[in-house]
Each structure stands twice: as C-alpha cells, then as structure tokens.
C-alpha cells in the first residue's frame, strides 16, 4: 500500500509539473506574439511622426550639391563657387 502511494504521488507531481511547464509555454508565446505586435505598431508610430515632407525634393537636392563637390564646383557650404 505504501509503496502505491509513493508511486501515486511521484505521477501527480509529474502531470502538475508538465501542466506547469505547459502553462508557462503557453505563456511565453502568447507574450512574444504581443511584443511582435507592439514593435509592429510603435515603428508604424514612429515613421509616421517622423517622416519629412517634400523629402524628395530635398533628396535631390542633397544628390545635387553632392555632384557639384564631387566635380570640385561647389563650396563647402553648398553653393557654387565662383572661378573653381
């Protein structure tokens, strides 16, 4: 009798033990999907409170001054120099 007891107790503490892991499972998903979906919308957050207007207009122009320096025209701030 004893001995069933014993072997009636370590099965209980198993099944308690996996329904625990289970739990914590179940847990830890359920937690990586919300971080998922929070990074998700703080970066749809983010670009929309700092994305710049007329950024291709200013793209180009930064490609510009860029060719003007790289060709030896332009100063360092940006405008032609005269005679260079």
């Excluded at 996996?18 to 937690?31: K, N, P, W």
């Excluded at 919308?41 to 983010?46: D, E, F, G, L, V």
């Excluded at 670009?47 to 332009?74: F, I």
């Amino acid at each position: 009798m004893t001995t069933a007891c014993l072997v009636g107790a370590a099965l209980v503490a198993g099944l308690l033990t996996l329904v625990i892991a289970r739990g914590e499972r179940l847990a830890d998903l359920d937690a990586q999907a919300k971080s998922r979906q929070f990074l998700g919308t703080a970066k749809a957050a983010q670009y929309s409170l700092t994305a710049r207007t007329g950024h291709a207009a200013t793209s180009t122009r930064g490609w510009s001054r860029r060719a003007a320096c790289s060709a030896g025209t332009a100063s360092s701030t940006g405008r032609l120099a005269a005679g260079r």
